[in-house]
């Protein structure tokens, strides 16, 4: 079982920067690619950013160049640099470990961008 717990999110002018982080129980976060996901009100869930086992990343065209994502294998963490953020980046933000059986998910954080 895998419980994962982002933190990070908050209100933030445009153009300003946060950076999220999500925290997974167990011993299989290293083996499994993981995601930052959001959902915007009245929109279906996308995928912003996806990390390999390895480090490999892509990104959404929307944030590519203004969002990092990253991880650290040995404290069980995935974090995502989010700069320049635009209002339309307003969203429950959620992490998520990708896994062949089903994708475990995070409860999410809010970020709003608004001035």
């Known amino acids: 079982q895998v419980q994962l717990v982002e933190s990070g999110g908050g209100l933030v002018q445009p153009g300003g920067s946060l950076r999220l982080s999500c925290v997974a129980s167990?011993?299989?976060?290293?083996?499994?690619?993981m995601g930052w996901y959001r959902q915007a009100p009245g929109k279906e869930r996308e995928l912003v950013a996806r990390i390999s086992s390895g480090g490999n990343t892509n990104y959404a065209d929307s944030v590519k160049g203004r969002f990092t994502i990253s991880r650290d294998n040995a404290k069980n963490m995935v974090y995502l640099q989010m700069n320049s953020l635009k209002p339309e980046d307003t969203a429950v933000y959620y992490c998520?470990?990708?896994?062949?059986?089903?994708?475990?998910w995070g409860k999410g954080t809010l970020v709003t961008v608004s001035s």
């Open positions: 167990g011993s299989i976060f290293s083996r499994y690619p």
């Open positions: 998520s470990l990708i896994h062949p059986g089903g994708n475990y």
